[in-house]
Every structure is written in C-alpha cells, then in structure tokens.
C-alpha cells in the first residue's frame, strides 16, 4: 500500500481528480489523504465515497496543529497553503497509524505509468525529495530552489520525522511567495534536507517529475503506446501554470522556459490530460481558464509586455488545441 497526500480548493478540484485517477489507473493499492481548502472541494471529495480518496477539512487540520492555525492571518491565501505542505504530511503520520511512508503531491501531477521505480529508488531511504534540473537556458530560475516540492516523501523513522519537523518549524517561521537568500515558500527549504539530514535520497529517475522547466532537457518517444523519456518509461508529469484560454486552447508555458512544445508531448502527455480534466470540470470548478481582471487603462499600459510574451509564446508553439473526439 502507498500513501500519498495532496491538498487544493473549488478552482484545482478538476487536477485533483484528474491526479486520483492516474493513481487509480497506475498506482496499484494506495490511499490519497486530500487536504480541501475549502467547503466545495470538501463536499465533491466526501460525496465520492471512495476509500481511496479521503477527504479532509482544513478545519481538522488547523485543529491537530494550532500553530499552523496561528500564522494564517499572516499569510495570503497562496502563502498559507504553501505553509500548510508539511503541516499536512505530519497530519498524515499523526492520525494514520498505517501509513509508513507519506508521499506529498502536488495536485497538478498526472501519472503515466506506476511509480514502483520510485519506490524502488527509496528503498532504505528517509526522505525522498527531486531536483528541478532546469535547463541551461533558464538557469536564473534556480532561485526559487535546486529541488521541486511536486514530489516529497518522508518515512516514520527517526530521520524522516526530524527532517519533516524541521521543515514544518521553518515554513511557521517563514513561507512568504518571494525569494528571500536562501529562502523562498515552502519550496527552497528542502536545498538543506541533504546537508543537515540522514537518510535523504534524491530521486534520478528520469521519467520522475518531467516538467516544462526540465522538459528540454529530454527526448521523448512513444513504444507500445507508452511515453518514453530517454528511454525510461514517463512516470509523471507536472502540469504547473498549466491554463484554460478558451474550452478549446490551453496554454502549456513552456515559452517561459524557452521550450518548443514537440509533437510527443502534444498529442500523448497534454492531451489526454486535458481529457482527463474535462471529465471533471464543471461550470463552477474551471480547469483553469484565465480571466483577465485587468482594467482596460492597466491593459493598456501593459500591452508592449504582453505582446512580447504573447509573441514568445506563439514561437514556441506552445498552445494546444483540443477537440472532444467524441463530440
């Protein structure tokens, strides 16, 4: 049995199920502990009924730790679900006696292929944490961290408990949604996991966490029907900054990170995510599509940056069109 953790509100309900469902289809016996930031995610989780998707309020959770609860006042929305990430992998340990070894996952993940490889990789380790790999073009991105927080794990073991509460102190002290020296969330915290900690395995599975931020790193292909990453079977893929434009377009940001978007991604990663999310969107829990607030005096001001972006975008290809084929 793997147990994994994960935590959004109403607007990444759609990412969340999408994410149970990949663990459904390829994840073999696991339980998914969902932390719902508010009381429509609650609901849709709850209403389920599925013993492997086990819903939790967040009122629970500021009950277990009230000094999660504490500091809440001084984050903003974003911000304080950035400090809830080790609070909650404690909660798990705490109220789950079964759980083992607690993996947390961001909600906009999507698994291609089992994750025992990775497992396997954390056999006799502690803590299990992955490295961005940027690529060289975007080498300024490492700001933000040598490590991604889509995929956390930490064992019940003397090192595993003392690494997570060290990062749960320090995201209370300080989780803030701006870099900071060596400090940035909840994410630039987990650079120190090797140094100050035993037992931490940084995960070289190459089909782990493939990202638009390392994507031009790889080469990708399909055998058998199934994506390959230099080789290694795609184990998952995170769709961060992931956008709905139009029911029809999305955007992939990969122009950010100065990536062509190939046709392998297009047609075989991208694509059957986005089926996957309209299976659970609905009129109020969007896939993502963006809104665009501004006044038209800001737009204004604003259009010779969104041109260039909006040209780098274009260049990059890396929009996608989808068509419901049953439709």
């Known amino acids: 049995m793997r147990f994994y953790c994960t935590y959004f509100d109403a607007f990444y309900l759609p990412r969340a199920r999408a994410l149970h469902e990949s663990l459904a289809r390829r994840a073999g016996d696991f339980r998914l502990y969902a932390l719902c930031h508010d009381e429509v995610a609650l609901a849709a989780v709850t209403a389920l009924g599925d013993p492997t998707f086990v819903a939790v309020s967040a009122a629970d959770l500021e009950a277990h730790d009230p000094a999660l609860a504490a500091v809440k006042a001084s984050r903003n929305r974003v911000e304080y679900y950035f400090t809830c990430t080790a609070s909650f992998c404690r909660y798990v340990l705490d109220r789950f006696e079964a759980v083992d070894l607690v993996t947390y ?37 490492a700001r933000f961290g040598r490590f991604n927080v889509g995929w956390v794990s930490f064992r019940r073991d003397p090192d595993g408990l003392a690494c997570l509460d060290w990062w749960r102190e320090r995201c209370l002290e300080w989780c803030y949604d701006r870099v900071e020296a060596d400090r940035y969330a909840d994410q630039k915290y987990l650079d120190a996991f090797p140094e100050r900690f035993a037992g931490v395995r940084v995960i070289e599975h190459r089909g782990a966490n493939v990202a638009p931020w390392n994507a031009a790193n790889h080469r990708f292909s399909v055998l058998n029907g199934n994506v390959q990453v230099d080789g290694h079977p795609l184990v998952f893929f995170h769709f961060a900054a992931f956008k709905e434009v139009r029911s029809w377009l999305y955007r992939t940001d990969f122009g950010a ?71």
């Open 257 to 327: 990170y100065m990536t062509v978007l190939g046709p392998v991604l297009r047609r075989h990663v991208f694509r059957p995510y986005i089926a996957s999310l309209k299976r659970y969107a609905t009129a109020s829990t969007s896939a993502g599509r963006i809104r665009n607030t501004d006044s038209r005096l800001g737009a204004i001001a604003r259009w010779p940056r969104t041109l260039a972006r909006s040209l780098r975008r274009l260049a990059f290809l890396e929009y996608v069109v989808y068509r419901d084929p049953s439709a």
């Open 105 to 141: 996952l961001d909600a906009d993940l999507w698994f291609f292929s089992s994750p025992e490889p990775i497992y396997a990789e954390l056999e006799g380790a502690s803590v299990g944490i992955i490295e961005h790999r940027f690529n060289p073009r975007v080498r300024s991105y």
